[in-house]
């Protein structure tokens, strides 16, 4: 899950209202995977490829949380 190169700003929060609808192991899969994603995020540390999906990453994981 790419969340910058998949999908362009103009449709993100699109994504985002998508994203809250899930439920079950639809909605638990996507955290999984999204939490996953934010631990690569911290062991890359400066990796600026990475850091770009930092703060779309975040609002993924605070909508789902």
Same mark, same amino acid.
């Given at each position: 899950m790419t969340v910058t190169r998949s999908v /362009?700003?103009?449709?993100? $929060?699109?994504? +985002? %209202?998508? =994203?809250?609808? +899930?439920q079950g192991k639809a909605r638990q899969l996507t955290l999984q995977k999204a939490e996953a994603l934010m631990q690569q995020l911290d062991a890359a540390?400066?990796?600026? %490829? =990475?850091q770009?999906?930092? /703060?779309?990453l975040?609002?993924? =994981?605070? =909508? +789902? $949380?």
């Amino acid at each position: 899950m790419t969340v910058t190169r998949s999908v /362009p700003d103009e449709h993100f $929060s699109t994504l +985002l %209202a998508y =994203l809250e609808g +899930l439920q079950g192991k639809a909605r638990q899969l996507t955290l999984q995977k999204a939490e996953a994603l934010m631990q690569q995020l911290d062991a890359a540390g400066g990796d600026d %490829a =990475l850091q770009g999906q930092a /703060p779309r990453l975040r609002q993924v =994981l605070q =909508l +789902l $949380s």
